[in-house]
């Protein structure tokens, strides 16, 4: 059964380096999505993309946040410059269409800043 | 967004059926119900929805209340390894949306052997 990865599996960085978290999404999917899950708390939607460009993002996905489709399979989050409060669990999310079909997520991103 | 509520945890007996309630009173005609689960340390994973009439397939059954406000997600016999967080969340259905998911706090369900 086809399934969305994601690598690293844990990243652990430094306050004010740039991270890329990895995914590669389910092949046929024509939608991706990250979100994010601080410890204990709820998950939150950062960012949708389609048709390579950003369709939706919330308050969180600020100027330090950008995504890519770099290559037609991969699909990056680039956090420019973490701070503390960027720890959190980072998932990866890709949907054949918007609205009417399930999203598939990955087993996500945990990422550490020191 | 429309908002839902659903209770903070449940428990069940493994192989007892499981019912996971979902109150969404202010839901618009054109929001489907959807239910995701969230293993310990694993992502979110879809588990069924449904816009008005009961659905069925091989995870579990959903039961839509008739004026929608309210909706019922239904595990016929749980296992340990339904011990999640439930998570019920209302996606719009038009074109301009491209179809995020906004997550409450869900409701965990503790299965006991």
């Known amino acids: 059964e086809p399934e969305v990865t994601q690598t690293p599996s844990h990243q652990v960085t430094q306050m004010g380096q740039e991270v890329i978290l990895r995914c590669v999404p389910i092949?046929?999917?024509?939608?991706f999505y990250w979100y994010r899950q601080i410890l204990g708390q709820k998950v939150e939607f950062l960012v949708s993309?389609?048709?390579?460009?950003?369709?939706?993002k919330s308050e969180i996905f600020d100027d330090q946040f950008s995504v890519e489709r770099p290559d037609g399979s991969n699909f990056t989050l680039k956090i420019r410059s973490t701070k503390l409060e960027d720890s959190a669990m980072y998932f990866c999310?890709?949907?054949?269409?918007?609205?009417?079909?399930?999203?598939?997520f990955g087993p996500g991103t945990r990422l550490t800043v020191l | 967004d429309a908002k839902t509520t659903q209770p903070n945890s449940m428990e069940s007996n493994e192989e007892e059926p499981v019912h996971l309630p979902c109150n969404h009173s202010?839901?618009?005609?054109?929001?489907?119900i959807h239910w995701y689960r969230q293993l310990p340390s694993q992502g979110p994973e879809y588990v069924i929805h449904?816009?008005?009439s009961n659905v069925n397939n091989r995870m579990a059954s959903l039961a839509i209340a008739e004026d929608r406000k309210s909706s019922t997600l239904i595990l016929h016999r749980a296992t340990l390894r339904d011990a999640a967080v439930y998570y019920c969340?209302?996606?719009?259905?038009?074109?301009?949306?491209?179809?995020?998911?906004?997550f409450g706090k869900g409701t965990k369900l503790s299965v006991k052997p």
């Open positions: 999310a890709s949907s054949y269409s918007g609205t009417y079909n399930e999203q598939f």
């Open positions: 449904g816009l008005t």
């Open positions: 993309f389609y048709n390579n460009e950003i369709s939706e």
């Open positions: 092949s046929n999917h024509l939608y």
């Open positions: 969340i209302l996606r719009p259905n038009y074109g301009g949306s491209q179809g995020n998911l906004i």
């Open positions: 202010t839901i618009s005609g054109t929001d489907y």
